[in-house]
């Protein structure tokens, strides 16, 4: 188990659907405890596989005090909706309001294969949407428009590169 370096926007990765998990083996328990231990340092509420380096469909969360995990998960239901501020590891140094569902449930597996379901409003729906999204290649950004949008692209624009 280990903290694992974050990766950021620009490495094809983050933009790369993630494959959906098939060998249920060491490694995978390996990902799992990584995403975990990632996941629960200080300002973090949730981690996709794809941000330390793997691209299988794994992600973690730690929020009001709820730590877990989800393989190969999918948006099962979403209800009324939110705005907020968003931001993400993977896109240090920006934030923006996004809308989300206010109410999000995720199905999936756990190592055992057994079937997992999280359900949350607030901050663990964004934070469920927010996950699954960087699973198939997207980044929180990508839904912005307008004013919002031409702020987030310059202040990254702005930005050193080196991390």
């Known amino acids: 188990m280990s903290v694992r370096p974050l990766r950021y926007i620009g490495d094809p990765l983050l933009r ?20 975990l231990d990632t996941v629960q340092e200080p300002g973090r509420a949730g ?14 969360f730690n929020v009001d005090g709820q730590l ?16 907020g501020g968003e ?3 993977s896109v240090p140094g920006v934030s923006a309001n996004r809308t989300r569902a206010a109410y999000a449930v995720v199905t999936g ?33 990508d839904a912005l428009t307008g004013e919002e949008r031409r702020e987030v692209m310059r202040a990254l624009r702005e930005q050193p590169l080196a991390r």
């Open 87 to 89: 931001a993400c590891l």
């Open 68 to 83: 877990g995990y989800v393989i190969n998960p999918v948006v099962a239901e979403t209800r009324g909706q939110q705005s």
């Open 109 to 141: 597996v756990d190592l055992d294969q057994q079937p997992v379901t999280v359900a949350g409003d607030g901050e663990l729906a964004r934070c469920l949407q927010h996950e699954t999204d960087h699973l198939r290649g997207e980044l929180y950004i």
């Open 16 to 35: 790369t659907p993630s494959d959906r998990v098939t060998r249920f083996d060491d490694a995978l328990a390996q990902l799992v405890a990584d995403l």
């Open 47 to 60: 981690l996709a596989a794809n941000q330390i380096g793997s691209g299988l469909a794994v992600f973690s």
